[in-house]
């Protein structure tokens, strides 16, 4: 069983910049690959960003690229580096982990473990 946690949310204004943090324990995190998705309030869960467990291919959805930076290293985090924020980045931010055998990508249902969230919200 993999056990995924979120850090880093908080308040922050419009044009700020935070740094979300996803550790995972209790498997092969390398072989994973990771994504982040969030979910405002009463909106859908969305895809923000995935990253492949060799750190070699990363996804974006429209509204994060060029703001938002997904990276990994070598020992069992993974970080979301986000930039400029917007109002509308204001959400629950979900750290999801894919085994190898599953797949990955833009999908929730890619994913196989899921961290509690961490909130980000505008404070302007």
């Known amino acids: 069983q993999v056990h995924v946690v979120e850090s880093g949310g908080g308040l922050v204004q419009a044009g700020g910049s935070l740094t979300l943090s996803c550790a995972a324990a209790?498997?092969?995190?390398?072989?994973?690959?990771m994504g982040w998705f969030r979910q405002a309030p009463g909106k859908e869960r969305e895809f923000v960003a995935a990253?492949?467990?060799?750190?070699?291919?990363t996804y974006y959805a429209d509204s994060a690229k060029g703001r938002f930076t997904i990276s990994r290293d070598n020992g069992n985090t993974v970080n979301l580096r986000m930039n400029s924020l917007k109002g509308e980045d204001t959400a629950i931010y979900y750290c999801a982990a894919a085994q190898p055998t599953t797949g990955w990508g833009t999908v929730d249902t890619q994913y196989d473990y899921w961290g509690q969230g961490t909130q980000v919200a505008d404070s302007s």
């Open positions: 209790g498997g092969m995190f390398s072989s994973y690959s």
């Open positions: 990253i492949r467990w060799d750190g070699g291919r």
